[in-house]
């Protein structure tokens, strides 16, 4: 149980922590560079993050219902904040699946072309969308690590 847990925090903590950076410090600090450097930098940042994000998903699917079918004895022995955990984390897969076969691959099309408008565009899509499921990840973390106290 020990080793799912930590396995499960860690996997939270790169993606939640990775959202974290990139939206609330390295948005501000690139919005001074010119628009095919920033959104070259972002296309840069995208495909080297996402790869880690499908790692993280495999990570705490696996840990997560390891605990639940495991140490847990199934759903029926989990308290109510792990439905609330799973639930929250199943939406945030699903909004990032969302992201990446949408809006990224439209990003990454129209910034390899040199559409900088269009990566623009896509590029404060995928913000928003950055924004909701940062929220709902530190939601999650909450919920997850201090749910059994409550």
Do not use: C
């Amino acid at each position: 149980m020990s080793f799912l847990l930590s396995l499960h925090a860690l996997a939270a903590v790169i993606w939640v922590g990775g959202m974290f950076f990139a939206y609330l410090i390295l948005r501000p600090a690139a919005a001074g560079l010119e628009a095919p450097d920033r959104l070259t930098l972002w296309r840069d940042v995208f495909a080297r993050f996402f790869p880690w994000v499908w790692g993280v998903i495999l990570t705490l699917l696996v840990s997560g219902y390891g605990m639940v079918f495991g140490p847990l004895g199934g759903f029926a022995g989990a308290a109510v904040h792990v439905h609330v955990m799973q639930a929250g984390g199943l939406l945030m897969m699903l909004i990032f699946a969302h992201l990446f076969f949408a809006p990224w691959r439209r990003f990454k099309q129209a910034v390899d072309s040199r559409d900088f408008q269009k990566a623009g565009t896509q590029l404060a899509v995928i913000r928003k969308i950055v924004a909701v499921n940062l929220v709902l990840g530190l939601l999650v973390v909450i919920i997850g690590s201090g749910g059994r106290y409550w």
